[in-house]
Nanobody, 125 residues
Framework: QVQLVESGGGLVQAGASLRLSCEVS????????MGWFRQAPGKEREFVAA????????VYADSVKDRFTISRENAVNTVHLQMRSLKSEDTAIYYC??????????????????WGQGTQVTVSS
């Protein structure tokens, strides 16, 4: 069974940086497109970033472009989300997700097959 475990969340001040990690077990990591989503209280889950299986193609939400970077280390089954210049509106639970399909990374939650339990990121202003 595929399992995703996020880590790295926390409480930071606006302008700070934070790095999230997600370790995948139970399957061949390199076969999955990986994505990050987030959900703030009272809001729907929204796309943040996604990265192709090889790491050669990445996609970002406009709200995080130029501030966040998604990367992967296939050798250790881990995907990262480096977050810089954090804003209060980045406060949310961040979820890691894996997609078995081939092609352009998806942007919708229903395109991803497996999910982590989430990690809280709180940015104080």
């Amino acid at each position: 069974q595929v399992q995703l475990v996020e880590s790295g969340g926390g409480l930071v001040q606006a302008g700070a940086s934070l790095r999230l990690s997600c370790e995948v077990s139970g399957s061949t990591f390199s076969l999955y497109t990986m994505g990050w989503f987030r959900q703030a209280p009272g809001k729907e889950r929204e796309f943040v970033a996604a990265l192709s299986r090889s790491g050669g193609r990445s996609v970002y939400a406009d709200s995080v472009k130029d501030r966040f970077t998604i990367s992967r280390e296939n050798a250790v089954n881990t995907v990262h989300l480096q977050m810089r210049s954090l804003k209060s509106e980045d406060t949310a639970i961040y979820y890691c997700a894996a997609d078995r399909s081939i092609g352009v990374p998806g942007l919708r939650p229903d395109q991803f097959d497996y999910w982590g339990q989430g990690t809280q990121v709180t940015v104080s202003s």
